[in-house]
């Protein structure tokens, strides 16, 4: 049987060697002097002789081999010990064995069902993704026809208010060409009643030349208001022409909006069903979650197992 190195008067030696010499020490220290040992030995000595050191402090006239005697019991309590700690170790390493064994079945089994969830959670991806570049390429329709429908919306917008501002200035053409006449007529009509006291007053000389004077005045005047009638007549059917195109502008921009309406319905009714058809992959996606749950599982028990073998 080899000889035992790290004896409890050896370690209790090298330590008030060590301390005596009044530098910082450790149980490396310790294990130099001695020349070798384990430190599950030496540690529980140490301990001990730090115990004992104020006993020694208050009672120095206390034999040195009574200490000793503490010591190798305190040596023998921890060989004790450590021999009850081997044997339950052998009994949970075998225990740990069996359960090893049995994990590792489980785990097999688990590593299955891994690789099926992991090629259906890839078919799941895969189609995922394909319909995700169709709602993208759905999208980017939808915002080109957005955007044709805001630039048809700016241009209804501008011909309203082009149709507008022509009926205003056709209706301020219009009341200003009314008062003009109006003026004209009145106008008229004040130099008629005007010429006709003039002529009243000189009836009774030039009775004949004033009927006809007054009567070429009606004539040229008739044919003024005739000329001026017709006149305002022309650039009002002109106005009304204007009008009547800017309205049939209007209305085919209405129909393209319509259309554009239409359009973009049917867009919504295909993004709602994919939204739906992804709405029904997420529900199936939820065996990735169990295949989280089952790979948490597996890391876990694969801890389990490190730690118990540390």
């Given at each position: 049987m080899a000889k035992k190195i790290a004896t409890a008067e050896a370690v209790f030696r090298a330590c008030e060697e060590l301390d005596?010499?009044?530098?910082?020490?450790?149980?490396?220290?310790?294990?130099?002097?001695?020349?070798?040992?384990?430190?599950?030995?030496?540690?529980?000595?140490?301990?001990?002789?730090?115990?004992?050191?104020?006993?020694?402090?208050?009672?120095?006239?206390?034999?040195?081999?009574?200490?000793?005697?503490?010591?190798?019991?305190?040596?023998?309590?921890?060989?004790d010990y450590i021999k009850q700690m081997s044997e339950n170790a052998e009994a949970r390493e075998k225990a740990f064995d069996r359960a090893s064994t049995d994990l590792s079945e489980v785990i097999e089994t688990l590593n299955g069902q891994v690789s099926s969830l992991t090629q259906a959670q890839q078919e799941n991806d895969a189609h995922i993704e394909r319909l995700m570049d169709q709602k993208a390429d759905i999208l980017e329709d939808l915002n080109t026809l957005k955007a044709q429908y805001s630039a048809l919306q700016d241009e209804?917008?501008?011909?309203?208010?082009?149709?507008?501002?022509?009926?205003?200035?056709?209706?301020?053409?219009?009341?200003?060409?009314?008062?003009?006449?109006?003026?004209?007529?009145?106008?008229?009509?004040?130099?008629?009643?005007?010429?006709?006291?003039?002529?009243?007053?000189?009836?009774?000389?030039?009775?004949?030349?004033?009927?006809?004077?007054?009567e070429a005045s009606e004539n040229r005047l008739m044919r003024l208001l005739d000329q001026e009638r017709r006149e305002h007549k022309v650039q009002v059917s002109a106005k009304h022409k204007d009008i009547q195109a800017l309205k049939e502008q209007v209305q085919d921009q209405q129909q393209q909006l319509l259309d554009l309406h239409k359009a973009l319905a049917q867009k919504d009714e295909k993004i709602s069903a994919l939204a739906a058809e992804k709405q029904a992959l997420l529900q199936d996606g939820r065996q990735t979650d169990t295949l989280a749950e089952i790979q948490a599982a597996i890391k876990g028990l694969q801890k389990q197992i490190s730690a118990e073998t540390s």
């Open positions: 005596a010499a009044g530098s910082p020490w450790n149980r490396d220290d310790v294990r130099y002097r001695v020349g070798g040992g384990g430190f599950n030995v030496i540690d529980p000595l140490i301990q001990a002789w730090r115990r004992l050191k104020p006993v020694k402090a208050i009672a120095p006239s206390a034999p040195t081999e009574l200490l000793h005697l503490i010591a190798a019991s305190v040596e023998q309590h921890f060989t209804k917008d501008k011909l309203q208010g082009q149709v507008h501002r022509l009926e205003q200035h056709a209706e301020a053409q219009s009341k200003d060409h009314e008062h003009k006449h109006n003026t004209l007529l009145d106008k008229h009509r004040a130099d008629l009643r005007e010429r006709e006291a003039k002529h009243k007053q000189e009836l009774a000389q030039q009775n004949q030349a004033s009927r006809e004077a007054q």
